[in-house]
């Protein structure tokens, strides 16, 4: 049976044969390649998720690094100092209850309370606790230091921002993880930097460092980028989580207390009452091994 073909189909037909003659001339061989049409889309929404947890990563460090420690240092300078003398005392305090039980042991077993010997074993049994007294000095030095250090104006903390921003998408290790150990390094000073409120620093760093681009068409482009919006997505959450987490411990939660001269002085009374207390205690464990002794 013959085809009936109207005058539109037949303009139609004409149309669609010389637009074939077309792409055939342009592309002999016939391998023209047909655009995936979603390519631009998703590479799109790539470009968005990075952007979104480079910002993500910003506000986790400046949390982390500049927030937390500014907190820290309020709370160290105002409370620390209180707190470190409560822990002292209950720490001298549990060393005379050891030293009263040593020193019955000998008595019971009528063996010479050797002084020396004691406090030998003493050393060792509470060397952790003197750890800890030495870490919070340390602590505390460093609040000093900090709270002596040069604070930069509004403006230069913008620029801080913004720099370490621009070089967190050029080289984070989550955004990039095939960064050579030179990068690596780089990043690593970048965040030293940060931390240290070095403005010139991270200026220099920012000048050398270009965020790298996206695939183009190529055959696996799609499912490089199908599998780096997956990972963006799981990366996104998982910073979620530790901003979360870093909000639910010291020193984030003692923010309000800081930001509180009511709360604030609470607090001091309160641990200078506690100090009152605990050398009274410590007083009466004193007295009772010079009366052991005797």
Partial sequence: MLEVISGDNVESRFEFNDHRSKEQHDDPQGSMVVPFPDFEKLKATVAKLRTELSMLILEHDELLYVECKNIEMAYLLTIGGLEYKVYEIECAILRLKRKIELIQAKKNRQEK?????????????????????NEQINKMNAALKRNHSEWLSK??????????????????PDLHPNLSEAQMQLFHNAVTAYKNGDINGLRIISAMVTEPALPGEQPDAISQLVKEKERLSQLLQS????????????????????????????RKAELEGSIKQLHETLAAYKAKIEEMLR
């Fill in 239 to 266: 910073v979620k989580d530790r901003i979360a987490e870093i909000k639910a411990e010291y020193p984030y939660t003692m923010k309000s207390l800081v930001q509180s001269p009511q709360k604030t002085e609470a």
């Fill in 155 to 172: 403006e230069e903390t913008r620029e801080l921002k913004k720099l370490y921003r621009s070089i967190v998408k050029a080289l984070h």
């Fill in 113 to 133: 309370v050797d002084l020396a010997e004691i406090e030998e074993l003493l050393e060792i049994e509470f060397a952790e606790y003197q750890a800890k007294l």
